[in-house]
């Protein structure tokens, strides 16, 4: 994911992996619960996912945490969720 920046003139982007960690097509409480469970762990340690680690620092932080509440859609998701239960035979 690419997330372009303008401040003061300059422009920058900053590249992060999805968000969406189990690969569902959206960004959602189980994404969160992923970060959420390797949260404070860092590359070698037994909970360090390192899908979970957006911005690729080594660490599963509250950063990684604001990247991924950034997409966090509640009302998509809802809407998602909806059209599968329609769908169900
Ligand atoms: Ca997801
Ligand atoms: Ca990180």
Redesign the pocket.
């Known amino acids: 994911m690419v997330t372009p920046r303008v401040t003061g003139g300059a422009t920058s982007c900053i590249v992060t992996k999805t ?10 409480i ?2 969160f619960g992923m970060i959420a469970a390797a949260f404070g762990s860092t590359a070698g340690s037994p909970r360090y996912n390192p899908f979970a680690d957006l911005n690729g620092d080594g660490t599963v932080s509250i950063i990684d945490i604001g990247i991924l509440g950034a997409d966090l859609n509640p009302q998509r998701n809802i809407k998602r969720l909806r059209r599968a239960a329609r769908h169900k035979p």
């Open positions: 968000p969406d960690l189990d690969h569902d097509g959206t960004v959602s189980i994404d």
